[in-house]
């Protein structure tokens, strides 16, 4: 699917996603339409030609997102794979580590694990080391204690202090809703607004094509 402009009319930004369909792909392109956006599904390199000079903003996975960025001239940012095992506890409630695949195999269990940034194993609790899918022995792996969350937000800082938030899913399911609509609000704002105890610049850079 590509975008269609009139003749004439000044091109509009646009939301570019993959043509995996997922919940939040769809959420992101009917808010995107809303904000005045086009929206295109990257079906192949006739979406890129169409695309070519526009200003284009990407939703989807890393891998593709290698593929696209150089045609459309896009600036990704990429945390490192250990990003998440290097926030402080304060922060993430619980032990992370980045292991090899080779290192994780070996593991008891249970434990929760997953790619550091792409898709190449689903996600989830393996009961053993065992139990992960089989993969190259240097392949990065995320792994952490077992925990339930209650309610899931998505918080976005700028120069360290909130400058907004969403709801993402409750009890493990996809449940979005603006900040302001939702019971644990206050809660959300002043957990953002406690600093670790040892902050860490762990902000990813930008990389450009």
Do not use: C, I
């Amino acid at each position: 699917m590509t975008p269609d402009r009139a003749p004439g009319r000044a091109a509009r930004p646009v939301l570019l996603t993959s043509a995996q369909r997922t919940g939040t792909a769809v959420l992101l392109a009917g808010t995107a339409t809303r904000r005045g956006l086009e929206t295109a599904v990257l079906t192949g390199p006739d979406t890129l030609r169409a695309l070519a000079g526009r200003t284009v903003h990407w939703y989807g996975g890393p891998r593709t997102a290698d593929r696209v960025s150089g045609a459309l001239g896009l600036g990704l940012l990429e945390p490192p794979d250990d990003w998440l095992a290097r926030l402080p506890r304060q922060l993430t409630l619980r032990d992370v580590a980045l292991l090899t695949h080779a290192e994780a195999v070996r593991l008891p269990g249970p434990f929760f694990a997953k790619p550091p940034s792409d898709k190449s194993f689903p996600p989830g609790v393996r009961t053993e080391g065992a139990r992960l899918p089989p993969a190259a022995a240097n392949t990065p792996v995320l792994v952490s204690e077992v925990v339930s969350f209650v309610a899931e937000y998505r918080l976005f800082l700028l120069d360290g202090a909130l400058a907004t938030a969403t709801r993402y899913a409750v009890h493990g399911r996809l449940d979005p809703a603006p900040l302001a609509d939702d019971d644990r609000a206050p809660q959300v704002r002043a957990s953002a607004a406690r600093p670790p105890s040892r902050p860490r610049r762990t902000r990813p850079a930008a990389r450009t094509p």
